[in-house]
């Protein structure tokens, strides 16, 4: 399984959407439509920084083994982050269509069902059959 690219591209969505999040909170806002007020800019720079600390996560993790017992923890934090904002995302889908929220939900639900393969994969297995 590709866990590198997996990784990687989590990683870059993530880092993007942190980035964002930490710098451009104001212009965020406005685009979702949310009233600007500083609880809601400080709460977007914690979730920046939140993402942000998630990409660095799967950035330097990228090249290490994972599948099965192998970095699971990071699998399932991964995982249970997708399946949570998948969800929150469809239900918001819902009640207001946003083009923005679709391609977010579609995103997440791809990682999400690409990090539970990861999760019920055995990565000794394909070492084992590449080295024959």
């Not at 991964?78 to 918001?92: D, E, G, M, P, T």
Request: hydrophobic share 55%; net charge positive.
């Amino acid at each position: 399984m590709k866990t590198k690219w997996l990784l990687s591209s989590s990683a870059v969505m993530m880092g993007l959407l942190g980035l964002a999040g930490t710098f451009i909170p104001e212009e965020i806002s406005k685009i979702l439509g949310i009233d600007p007020s500083p609880v809601i800019l400080i709460l977007l720079q914690i979730i920046g920084g939140l993402y942000l600390g998630f990409a660095m996560l799967n950035w330097f993790t990228r090249s290490a083994l994972f599948g099965g017992i192998y970095n699971k923890p990071v699998v399932l934090g991964n995982l249970i982050h997708c399946i949570v904002v998948f969800f929150a995302l469809f239900r918001q889908l819902a009640e207001q269509f946003h083009f923005i929220f679709v391609i977010l939900t579609v995103v997440y639900l791809g990682f999400a069902v690409w990090f539970t393969l990861v999760l019920r994969s055995n990565p000794l297995s394909n070492q084992s059959k590449m080295s024959v």
